[in-house]
């Protein structure tokens, strides 16, 4: 397509439409800057042309520069007041920045101009939802339906209702709804994307490499940083990070640098040593280790806004499976282990719409979700067999029932006193311009304790799940 495209522009250099569906072509690559150049040259060669508009605002949707993104929507609507796919994108980047007064707004303006969208009520019952009107919500629900060509919408729509159901108390329909989602979410990627079972290969290398018998033969280093190990905040996912994350972010010494790709510059640095990949960690000398520090330090450094934080945490729950790395890199750093009861971690997993990757791709399924959990912390607790590990635990519960007591004692870990901005820990959320998790409307709130125990009103449907999980229920002491 793109040489196609390319020609027809040789052919007409001021072929407006050409240069916008190239700009789309090298979108659907991921070659985000080369698109913007193509948008922004169809622009100019026709000004009213809304098409490249919408490219742009879908790009920056997709860079997370939601300002931008934002601007380019908006730009539509002028141009072309009854666009549909404009409104739709101003009223999921809304919801998705907890902006409620705007995504009111934009819905009261979509109501003149596409008044029969069913895409207004999806969102109404959004608004319900979060403002705990549960039947609202349920009933707008159930009156609209998205056709095959719109099943983004369909999987909002479905997951939408089955919260509403959950937070009635009817666990059996919430249940049946989360399958249905669940179910729906692979049509959106094409299967080889993504794959659960190479990820579960992943983990279960590190479950066989990692044998004291291995680490003995390690080389004994000890690196010198030019700067303190890192501190790394890690669990499995819906174990609470991200409610964590924000109460520890509002300590003025803190800054939380979340979901971000700093890790896998870590390991890729481990993997092109010599290829003998996880085997390179046995001989790796002083220089190579303050090599990959520096690589680490720099792809942390990338993401740091806030220079006056004196303490950085790297938040990606899932890194647990790569601590034994990184030890290896440095040795002295710290891990916040963030805990749940693991049938309500397994269950808020399955119940989530994550993006499809390998990792999430086990969410799918009920039972797959509990056989992630299992292997992450057979990882974890061999680890702590083998390794001087630094870490702290906290549990989810804890952190909802006692707050302040269990917040000190992270602190403290930190080496850092208490500072009563964490108790503004929901004003830190709303002042933030995206939120990287599932948990983005949740964390802008107060504590609430309806998601402690929420597995008993499903006991029936995830029984399945039971002898998977009950030695973490005892060993984590539930």
Known sequence: AINILQKAIYINPNYAEAYNNLGAALRELREYQKAIIFFEKANKLKPNFIDPYLNLGIVFKELANFKKAIFFFKSVIKIKQNNTKAYQNLMELYEKTNQEKELNDIIVIAKKFIKHDPIIKLYEAIIFYNNNEFIQAKNLLESIFFESLNIKNEIIRVTTLAKCFDRIGNGKAAFNYFVKANNLAPKLRKLNLYNKNRYLKQISSRINFFKQTNIKKWKVIKPKNKRPDPIFLIGFPRSGTTLLDTVLRSHPAIEVVEEKPTVNSLINCINEMGNEGLKSLANINEKEIEKIQNVYFKSLDNQIQNKNATIYIDKLPLNIIHVG??????????????????????????????????????????????????????????????????????????????????????????????????????????????????????????????????????????????????????????
């Not at 002295?332 to 269950?347: A, E, T």
């Not at 503004?424 to 599932?438: F, G, L, Q, V």
Request: proline letters at 4%; one cysteine or more.
């Open 325 to 478: 790395e990184i030890v290896r890199i440095f040795p002295n750093s710290k891990f916040i282990l963030s805990v749940r009861h693991p049938y309500d971690c397994v269950l808020s997993c399955f119940m989530q719409d994550f993006e499809l990757i390998d990792a999430m791709a086990n969410f799918l399924d009920i039972k797959d979700s509990a056989q992630l959990y299992d292997y992450v912390m057979r990882l974890w607790f061999k680890y702590l067999s083998i390794f001087q590990i630094r870490y702290h635990e906290v549990k989810y519960e804890n952190l909802i029932g006692n707050f302040k007591k269990t917040t000190e004692l992270v602190l403290s870990f930190l080496d850092l006193p208490w500072d009563d901005a964490v108790f503004n820990y929901s004003t830190t959320a709303k002042k933030r311009e995206a939120i990287a998790t599932p948990s983005y409307n949740q964390v802008t709130k107060p504590l609430y304790s309806h998601a402690d125990g929420r597995w008993k009103k499903y006991e029936k449907q995830i029984s399945s799940i039971y002898p998977i999980l009950n030695q973490w229920i005892k060993k984590f002491k539930y």
